[in-house]
T-cell receptor, first 111, second 116 residues
Framework: GNSVTQMEGPVTLSEEAFLTINCTYT??????LFWYVQYPGEGLQLLLKATKADDKGSNKGFEATYRKETTSFHLEKGSVQVSDSAVYFC??????????FGAGTRLTVKP | NAGVMQNPRHLVRRRGQEARLRCSPMKGHSHVYWYRQLPEEGLKFMVYLQKENIIDESGMPKERFSAEFPKEGPSILRIQQVVRGDSAAYFC??????????????FGPGTRLTVL
């Protein structure tokens, strides 16, 4: 089975709303954790990452904290913009060629 | 520095034909990865290559699929005798150093294959 589970979409929010996209993983040991974003018609871009427990990754107002005790890496943003509309993928990796992705969560932000 | 380039962006094939997908990694990157994204699903790892070597093909279907990364030129993902179930977006990524370095993978825009 898939070792990364993320919140099913689609998620529709109004501009300036608070965003949470849940992500949990199953793994042995201590993988690195990532959030990627895919804008329409484009490839994936790394949004943020965390490589060890309690690390917080942050970028462009998005944050996620590596929670070992709950095996989670939830993505949050305090105030979303229309330009944040995209598909967000949670991923985990032990090394770079063992990257496992979640199914993706489509976010639509309405003005 | 141009990003990862993939072509074609869209490819239409009839059942039984061959599909060739090309990926040019970022300048200075010698590690290439191919992923497949089925509709409404996440990316699934297919194969990891370095120049002239397949390092990990654990995600590749056993038949009809092959990949190469020659000394000169782009990496090629080849699908022989395509079937409708091969319809998907195929993404290539590259990194500068080997997987254990933790270097970020940079993704191309993908090739969307449609099998009629």
């Amino acid at each position: 089975g898939n070792s990364v589970t993320q919140m099913e979409g689609p998620v529709t929010l109004s501009e300036e709303a608070f965003l949470t996209i849940n992500c949990t993983y199953t793994a042995t040991g201590y993988p690195s954790l990532f959030w990627y974003v895919q804008y329409p018609g484009e490839g994936l871009q790394l949004l943020l990452k965390a490589t060890k427990a309690d690390d917080k990754g942050s970028n462009k107002g998005f944050e996620a904290t590596y929670r070992k005790e709950t095996t989670s890496f939830h993505l949050e943003k305090g105030s979303v913009q229309v330009s944040d509309s995209a598909v967000y993928f949670c991923a985990r990796s032990y090394n770079n060629n063992d990257m496992r992705f979640g199914a993706g969560t489509r976010l639509t932000v309405k003005p | 520095n141009a990003g990862v380039m993939q072509n074609p962006r869209h490819l239409v094939r009839r059942r039984g034909q061959e599909a060739r997908l090309r990926c040019s990694p970022m300048k200075g990157h010698s590690h290439v990865y191919w992923y497949r994204q089925l509709p409404e699903e996440g990316l699934k790892f297919m194969v990891y290559l370095q120049k002239e070597n397949i390092i990990d093909e654990s995600g590749m279907p056993k038949e009809r699929f092959s990949a190469e990364f020659p000394k000169e030129g782009p990496s090629i993902l080849r699908i022989q005798q395509v079937v409708r179930g091969d319809s998907a977006a195929y993404f290539c990524a590259s990194s500068r150093r080997d997987p254990n370095s933790g270097d970020e993978q940079f993704f191309g825009p993908g090739t969307r294959l449609t099998v009629l």
